[in-house]
T-cell receptor
Framework: NAGVTQTPKFQVLKTGQSMTLQCAQD?????MSWYRQDPGMGLRLIHY???????DQGEVPNGYNVSRSTTEDFPLRLLSAAPSQTSVYFC???????????????FGEGSWLTVV | GIQVEQSPPDLILQEGANSTLRCNFS?????LQWFHQNPWGQLINLFY?????KQNGRLSATTVATERYSLLYISSSQTTDSGVYFC???????????WGAGTKLIIKP
């Protein structure tokens, strides 16, 4: 019963490098999303997906790409890392829309990313 | 833009105490939810509470949508209640949650 699995848990990048944060869920959820959490703040939505092949931008999408080729996987790509992208990243999934009734949101354990 | 304000920002209590956490919204909110983030970073969804009152064990939540606020009550606090409590709502019925900055709760044994 894995739930939502994120990798890696910790990563240090140099400015300008690219990387992919992996997210997988085994609950057959249609809705998946990526959030970032900066110190002393709540989560901010980066990108989300309502099903395989369908993605859309959230509140803070710049500098990030996503794709959803399968129901299970929703990777987040940092194209050219910047120090402003130092943050904790959370992947989340739910059966239905993540603001709606009855659709409990399940979160991964977080990925701590530092860009130097 | 829409503002989500949580108070107090920090709260330190002894085990067994009761507490009330508040969430204010600057505009009408849909689909208000409460979350708990434990000291190790794990997030869990506590309540979906767009209006009215719900209870789950020692925790209960009340939302007064017409007055744009929600309250989270924790009774008989335990050390495992420590962490950060967030409220979040969807402002435009687009299911994109806007989060408050959280209330950091520390329960001392």
């Amino acid at each position: 019963n894995a739930g939502v699995t994120q990798t890696p848990k910790f990563q240090v990048l140099k400015t300008g490098q690219s990387m992919t944060l992996q997210c997988a869920q085994d609950m057959n959820h249609e809705y998946m999303s990526w959030y970032r959490q900066d110190p002393g703040m709540g989560l901010r939505l980066i990108h989300y997906s309502v099903g395989a092949g369908i993605t859309d931008q959230g509140e803070v999408p710049n500098g990030y790409n996503v794709s959803r080729s399968t129901t299970e996987d929703f990777p987040l790509r940092l194209l050219s890392a910047a120090p402003s992208q130092t943050s904790v990243y959370f992947c989340a999934s739910s059966y239905g829309p993540q603001g709606s009734s009855g659709n409990t949101i399940y979160f991964g354990e977080g990925s701590w990313l530092t860009v130097v | 833009g829409i503002q989500v304000e949580q108070s107090p920002p920090d709260l330190i209590l002894q085990e067994g105490a009761n507490s009330t956490l508040r969430c204010n919204f600057s505009d009408s909110v849909n689909n208000l939810q409460w979350f708990h983030q434990n000291p190790w970073g794990q997030l869990i969804n506590l309540f979906y509470i767009p209006s009215g009152t719900k209870q789950n064990g020692r925790l209960s939540a009340t939302t007064v949508a017409t007055e744009r606020y929600s309250l989270l009550y924790i009774s008989s606090s335990q050390t495992t209640d420590s962490g950060v409590y967030f409220c979040a709502g969807d402002m435009d019925s687009n299911y994109q949650l806007i989060w408050g900055a959280g209330t950091k709760l520390i329960i001392k044994p």
